[in-house]
Structures are given as structure tokens and as C-alpha cells.
């Protein structure tokens, strides 16, 4: 008899079924979820006293505002403040706009491995061509459309 067979002749002898493990479910759909719907009932509540054409506060109705906000995803959007990009080719980046190496150190603390990777992930996920000149010591948008930034 095989420990298999021991350990089933076991369980059916003692009635108990053996527990079967659950996967640990992540909080991060549920409070996504729950953003969604905090965002969707102010915005209910907005309309509401709009319809009614209710004067609210001027306080309350920034609180308001600030609820109603959609969120912004993408390239304009950073939970760290400006992103590099932006921070060392200014807020309207375009082809052929060049910065130093020495000022990409000095902005944004960044060497070249490190410049290394974000010019191969906004390329990969922004199509956004950025590339190092050595003759001139400086980094140069080669191509991409690239957005101004929005604050």
C-alpha cells in the first residue's frame, strides 16, 4: 500500500475531508471598486443640486469639485510628482529638443544606466524615440508624439 492509498483509507475512516487551500484574493479590486463608486455617487450628488439648482458654498463646492475629478491615466499622470520626461525637456517636449548629461544628472539624479532604461520604456510603452548624442554629451528626442504636461 502506497502513502497515498494510507492517507486516503485515513480520511475515509475518520469522515473528515481533507481541506483544500483557497487562494488569498488581492484588497486591490475591491477598493477599486469601491473608489468607483465613491466617485460615481458624488457626481450623482452634483447633479442633483445642480438640477435643483442649489447655491452651495464656495468651500463646498471646491470639496465638491475635487470629488467629481476624473482621474487621469497615462503618460500625464505620476504618483511622484512631474515625471523625468517632463522634468528634463520641459513641460511641451518635441522632436530635436536636446538636454545635457550633465543636467539630466542634476534634475532628476539619473546616470546613463539608469537613463539606459527609462529611454527603453518610453520607448517600448510611449513610442517615444530618445536617444544619447556622444559628440555632444546630450540626450535628443529622435521621435514621438509626446503630450504637454498637465499639472
Not at 544606466?113 to 544619447?132: D, S
Request: hydrophobic share 35%; aromatic share 8%.
Amino acid at each position: 500500500m502506497s502513502l497515498l492509498d494510507s492517507v486516503k483509507a485515513e480520511t475515509k475512516a475518520d469522515g473528515a475531508t481533507p481541506v483544500a487551500e483557497t487562494k488569498k484574493k488581492s484588497n486591490s479590486d475591491y477598493q477599486k471598486k469601491q473608489r468607483e463608486h465613491q466617485y460615481a455617487a458624488a457626481c450623482k450628488i452634483r447633479d442633483f443640486l445642480n438640477s435643483k439648482k442649489i447655491e452651495l458654498p464656495e468651500d463646498v463646492k471646491e470639496e465638491l469639485a475635487f470629488l467629481c475629478k476624473e482621474k487621469k491615466s497615462g503618460a500625464s499622470s505620476s504618483a511622484f510628482g512631474t515625471p523625468v520626461i517632463y522634468r528634463l525637456f520641459g513641460n511641451t517636449p518635441k522632436k530635436g529638443d536636446k538636454v545635457t548629461a550633465l543636467k539630466v544628472f542634476e534634475v532628476s539624479g539619473k546616470g546613463f544606466a539608469e537613463m539606459r532604461q527609462l529611454m527603453k520604456k518610453w520607448k517600448e510603452k510611449q513610442g517615444i524615440t530618445v536617444e544619447y548624442d556622444t559628440k555632444a554629451q546630450a540626450y535628443v528626442i529622435k521621435d514621438g508624439n509626446i503630450p504637454a504636461f498637465e499639472a
